[in-house]
């Protein structure tokens, strides 16, 4: 299978002004995915989307493609990852002149994923009947824990599950969230059925401490914090 790894990295950032581009252990965040992705020996093309030019220069001079610039229209804050992945795969199958059979989506902001995260990822896709691979984690608050509030201030569980809440943690039924760092999908769920994930979707299980998005500079403080103890 031939693999493309779209990482998005607009230069608009409104948490983290430049977040792609801050500082991260001595280089600019954006490197640790384009890293992880050239490692990981399941990624045939690695490519940065992005309109800012600074980003791509610093795409390129890490191992990354950067061949294009994403329209302006693709790159406000509301804008979904569908589109953004559909118009780099587009780009990079004109240029190449092939076809790729799977498209993976990496999100810069989750710098502590694993190359060997991404390549089981794609792994999973060697079964013909999977069509997509999502990273997970375990959640650290349950959702038979969560309430919310009703009639302005009645308290009611979150899923209603009766009294089973009040059992102790560890019988309670295993839980995950997505990672946030590797999207992985056969090309045809990403161009053709319009969504990053397919049905049936397998999950690849990894660490929590791997699995930190940055969205603010609180978060930005604890993956340095966390990078450093590596």
């Not at 309109?51 to 229209?73: N, Q, S, T």
């Not at 997505?178 to 999950?203: F, H, I, K």
């Not at 990894?206 to 969205?215: E, K």
Request: charged share 25%; glycine share 8%; net charge neutral.
């Amino acid at each position: 299978m031939t693999a493309i790894a779209v990482i998005p990295a607009r230069g608009g950032s409104k948490g983290i002004p430049r977040k792609n581009l801050a500082d991260l252990g001595g280089k600019p965040l954006i490197a640790h995915m384009i890293g992880h992705a050239l490692a990981c020996g399941a990624i045939d093309d690695v490519v940065v989307s992005t309109e800012d030019e600074e980003i791509a220069a610093v795409a390129r001079a890490h191992g990354a493609k950067a061949p294009f610039l994403r329209p302006v229209e693709l790159a406000t804050d509301l804008v979904p990852s569908l589109p953004v992945v559909q118009h780099a795969v587009s780009q990079m199958e004109t240029r190449g002149g092939g076809r790729y059979d799977v498209v993976v989506l990496l999100q810069a902001t989750a710098p502590l994923c694993r190359p060997a995260d991404i390549a089981a990822c794609v792994g999973k896709l060697a079964d013909a009947t999977t069509m997509s691979a999502v990273a997970v984690a375990p959640v650290s608050t349950h959702p038979f824990r969560m309430k919310r509030i009703v009639d302005g201030d009645r308290l009611i569980n979150y899923i209603d599950q009766g009294f089973e809440d009040m059992r102790p943690r560890q019988v309670l039924p295993p839980v995950y969230r997505r990672a946030g760092s590797v999207y992985a999908s056969r090309r045809a769920v990403v161009m053709e059925e319009n969504t990053l994930v397919g049905d049936p979707c397998r999950a690849v299980i990894v660490p929590a401490d791997t699995a930190v998005d940055i969205d603010g500079p609180l978060d930005l403080e604890l993956v340095r914090l966390l990078l450093a103890r590596r």
